[in-house]
């Protein structure tokens, strides 16, 4: 079984008939005392202790299983243990988690306490001595599935600190890792939920032994995790506890560690002297614009221009291999050009400095040269290779080669345009949304200026993160400050307008950061899309809002279609490997309410009510110094800085 790679679905499936098979098999009795030739204990029944029996160790190691699991390589086992009162959301929270790890594509499974007393443990009751041997008949089937690669996730009020040490003490022994998270919702706050009656049954004395009524709980002294004691909600303490596996490395993370690529201040004299001792290689604004990206950490984990390796890894299979065997998604190719004169002259340096406007920028290490295959980088990225398109035509212009190496940036670097206070990095980012309180990041891209149907779409997103229990979800709003095409408006123009929208509290300024995210625009579809999703994830943001034909533009051979499916973005986002922990919000598709008069989420049922604004239909008002295309269209202060740009083309 271990020679093949099974499926997420095929591993629920199986421990489901592992699990039934416990339960029906003839060797557990579960309605009559066993005979007694069985070799079966339990409190409940005749002690008969196990004679003449030796434990035979596998052939399969616990490494082979992991490969064989299919995630990665390494082994992540283990058994999560929640404990705490009933009501506490011992179960609500296992089975949340074990939806989330099986998004990862972790294999995992939720052990109920119900479920279990249903089956193998039905014939069991609630005395100190059952209660005994349900945690160990529970402990034992947990590390069986640790044992077998699987992250068990067992929920049980589990009362004595005694019986949690044995099933500790199992894992230990077994040299498996034991995690106790006690679900510290206080016990009012349990009997006022009391979801299946039983604090009200207990109080009128109908039940026994009730733990916190009249039977006692013994709360862990020192557990790995501890949620719920300050009404967190079930997103949160998921999230508590992914933090945990993560930072014991028990499963990968799904964020990478974000390091910036610039020199410490210790270091910043030194190497600024050997910059400028080194051989030169002269970048333009474009390729300074990627720097940028690289030096601040967006494309995290990566820490220079690509070699080869890596700009192969990312044109054929959009993600990079970690060490770990794990995968970071990465589509599209971050490269340094140089032409036939630039190799010949630098190639086999140990380091040479790359210049950009006659100044030292960086140090490039161990530079490595190689060919650029334009036409084929230009059909995987693109899935055309056709010179009107406008960024496609900037690598025709490029020279014939790369060169790729990791980068010591020598200072932060500023634009000097009035748009710098704007330009914060991800460990910037990730600082402010602490200082806010964010329990939640959303994060929405675009390249144009906003309007009040981009609006509603961001303000019902909000709404329905507070729906799911988050406290203080923040907008993340970050347009694409880079290089676009000339019929883009320009950046300048877009922070001006978004500074009116939030002037004008259509976006909580409150519960909203303003940045300008450094990427130039490649116009490269679905593919591209993955790009800005995880740049955001490296940012800190967990949401992020996909629209239609993100990324897209008209075909450049037929301007009457476009390049790529209005949907496909989307959809791609939603099965990109190595973007696992990100939630994708798909973009509802909003236009101009008649009757209510203003911009509301389409209604195919009602469409005679509604009206599609074109953005040629804005720009033919805007340039005309017209009224908005429709009265709500647009907060009046945005309108005005849309009006007075197009006015000032003529």
């Known amino acids: 079984l271990c020679s093949f790679t099974p499926q997420p679905l095929f591993l629920q499936l199986f421990c489901s008939v592992v699990v039934a098979a416990l339960n029906t ?55 999560i243990w929640f404990t705490g009162y009933s009501g506490a959301g011992k179960t609500t929270l296992s089975f949340a988690l074990e939806a989330e790890l099986c998004s990862r594509g972790i294999p995992c499974y939720g052990l109920d306490g119900d479920n279990m007393r249903t089956g193998l443990n039905k014939n069991l009751g609630f005395s100190a001595e059952d209660r005994a041997e349900n945690i160990r008949r529970v402990g034992e089937v947990a590390k069986l599935f640790a044992d077998g690669g699987i992250i068990s996730l067992a929920s049980f009020i589990s009362p004595y600190r005694r019986d949690r040490r044995a099933v500790r003490d199992l894992h230990d022994a077994s040299g498996l890792s034991f995690i106790e998270c006690h679900v510290a919702t206080p016990l009012m706050e349990c009997e006022h939920r009391d979801p299946k009656n039983l604090y009200k049954r207990a109080r009128k004395g109908e039940i026994k032994g009730f733990t916190g009524i009249d039977g006692v709980y013994e709360a862990p002294e020192n557990p790995e995790i501890k949620v719920g004691h300050e009404g967190e909600s079930v997103a949160q303490s998921v999230q508590s506890v992914l933090t945990y596996l993560e930072d014991q490395d028990i499963i990968p993370r799904s964020t990478v560690n974000v390091v910036e690529l610039f020199v410490s201040p210790e270091e910043k004299e030194a190497k600024t002297a050997e910059a400028a001792s080194l051989p030169k290689l002269n970048i333009d604004k474009l390729t300074m614009q990627w720097l940028q990206v690289l030096a601040e950490g967006w494309a995290a984990p990566l820490k220079g221009f690509m070699t080869e390796n890596q700009y192969l890894q990312t044109l054929h299979f959009n993600c990079l291999q970690q060490p770990d065997g794990s995968v970071v998604n990465q589509s599209v190719a971050i490269v ?27 140090i490039m290490r ?34 014939d080669y790369l060169v790729g190496g990791e980068l010591e940036v020598l200072d932060a670097i500023k634009w000097n345009d009035g748009l710098d206070k704007y330009r914060k990095t991800p460990k910037q980012l990730k600082a402010e949304f602490k200082k806010l309180g964010a329990d939640a990041v959303y994060a929405f891209q675009l390249r144009n200026p906003i309007h009040n149907g981009h609006a509603l779409l961001m ?6 993160l507070q729906e799911k229990g988050y406290r203080k979800p923040v907008l993340l709003l970050h347009p694409l400050g880079g290089w676009t095409k000339s019929d883009d408006v320009p950046l300048a123009v877009r922070m001006q307008q978004h500074d009116e929208v939030l002037k004008a509290n259509v976006l909580s300024p409150d519960s909203t950061v303003l940045a300008i995210f450094p990427s130039p625009m490649l116009y490269a579809g679905p593919t591209e899309v993955q790009w800005h999703a995880k740049a955001r994830v490296n940012a800190g943001a967990n949401f992020y809002i996909v629209g239609r034909d993100p990324a897209g533009m008209k075909h450049p051979a037929n301007d009457d279609e476009n390049l790529y499916h209005a949907a496909h973005g989307r959809e791609v986002l939603q099965m990109a490997p190595g973007l696992s922990g990100l939630k994708i919000i798909p973009f509802r598709v909003a236009a101009y309410n008649k009757t209510l008069q203003k911009m509301d989420f389409f209604d195919p049922a009602n469409a005679d009510n509604f009206i599609f604004i074109s ?9 005309e110094g017209n009224e908005q295309p429709q009265k709500g269209f647009m907060c009046d202060g945005g309108w005005k800085v849309v009006c007075d740009y197009y006015r000032s083309l003529e």
């Not at 190639?347 to 950009?356: C, F, H, P, R, S």
């Not at 530079?367 to 690598?395: L, T």
């Open 615 to 623: 953005g040629t239909k804005m720009r033919k008002c805007a340039r």
């Open 25 to 79: 098999h003839p060797l557990y009795p579960l309605l009559s005392p066993p005979p007694s030739s069985l070799l079966f204990y339990s409190p409940t029944m005749s002690t008969h202790k196990a004679t003449n029996v030796t434990a035979v160790a596998h052939n399969v190691s616990r490494s082979k299983r992991a490969e064989a699991l299919g995630v990665d390589v390494k082994f992540r086992g283990c058994t």
């Open 336 to 362: 340094c050009p140089a032409n036939t004169e630039e190799k010949e002259a630098l190639q086999g340096k140990d380091a040479i400095t790359l210049v950009y406007e006659g100044k030292d920028i960086a």
């Open 366 to 399: 161990k530079p490595e040269f190689f060919d650029a295959r334009k036409e084929e980088r230009c059909s995987r990225q693109w899935g055309v290779h056709h010179e009107n398109h406008p960024y496609i035509e900037m690598v025709q212009g490029y020279g």
């Open 459 to 464: 303000t019902d997103t909000l709404k329905k």
